[in-house]
């Protein structure tokens, strides 16, 4: 009768480390899983070479030349202007 | 019965290292795609040697004309390279400089370096199917030159994919 008693509890002793192991794997397997999930191309944001211009707006390094020119010859800004930002869109 | 708790601890200990290595090997291994700065670098390093303080560079003039010759040493006159740290059998870099008058009519000049073939990478990336063939940024800007209004639109084209995107 007590060896009977004595077998029982060593079975739910062993099936506690069992199922304590399947849990640590399969959390395991979800944390690697989101790892992959989350693992892809950084992608380094454009050249923020810019200067102040005034404190209004920053300006793009290619933008400070028209800036520049615009001091030499200010005709037709409107025109320019309009199909500078033609490639905005 | 303490021997096997320790094998099976050491067991379980290890499979979590193994899982933590590869978590933070598949995460950082993932390659930084900078050729959007690249891209910026080259359409800027043009600019620059095209356009200074608003004026255009008096050797791209001859006679009051655009000077024809000004294409043959462009990326020695402007020290630029399109050497790469690796061996690509194509180059992996594009240029096109067009040169417009004020009243947007092509003046027929243009500076074109590099390999013609990314051209059509632009264009099936704006179709948004592929945006991970080439980066391609165009930048325009105006400029004078003896009096005369000029506008300028660069185009500027990095290919290698193989090393920026997985």
């Known amino acids: ?89 | 019965m303490d021997k096997l708790i320790s094998i099976y601890w050491f067991a379980i200990l290890t499979i979590v290292a193994v899982a933590v290595v590869y978590m933070v090997a598949v995460f950082y291994s993932q390659p930084y795609d900078v050729r959007e700065v690249e891209v910026n670098l080259l359409v800027n390093k043009v600019a620059d040697c095209l356009s200074r303080g608003g004026e255009l560079s008096s050797d791209l003039f001859y006679e009051g004309n655009f000077n024809v010759g000004y294409k043959d040493n462009f990326l020695e006159t402007c020290g630029i390279t399109f050497n790469t740290e690796r061996d690509w059998i194509e180059l992996q870099y594009y240029f096109l400089v067009e040169f417009f008058n004020i009243d947007l009519s092509d003046t027929g000049f243009f500076l074109e370096e590099g390999s013609l073939n990314l051209i059509s990478s632009c264009d099936i990336q704006d179709e948004g199917k592929y945006e991970r063939l080439a980066e391609c940024v165009e930048k325009r800007f105006y400029a004078v030159s003896d009096g005369k209004q000029y506008l300028i639109k660069i185009l500027g084209i990095v290919r290698k994919t193989e090393k920026n995107v997985n």
């Not at chain 1, 004595?6 to 079975?11: A, D, E, L, P």
């Not at chain 1, 989101?34 to 102040?52: C, E, Q, R, V």
């Open chain 1, 1 to 89: 009768m007590s060896i009977k008693n004595n077998k029982r509890g060593q079975v739910a002793d062993t099936i506690t480390w069992i199922v304590a192991t399947i849990i640590l794997i399969v959390v395991l397997m979800v944390f690697v899983f989101i790892a992959n999930l989350l693992a892809k191309t950084k992608k380094i944001g454009g050249l923020t070479d810019s200067l102040d211009s005034g404190g209004e707006k920053e300006a793009d390094r290619v933008e400070v030349k028209t800036i520049l020119a615009y001091r030499l010859n200010g005709l037709n800004k409107f025109t320019i202007n309009n199909w500078i930002n033609e490639s905005e869109t």
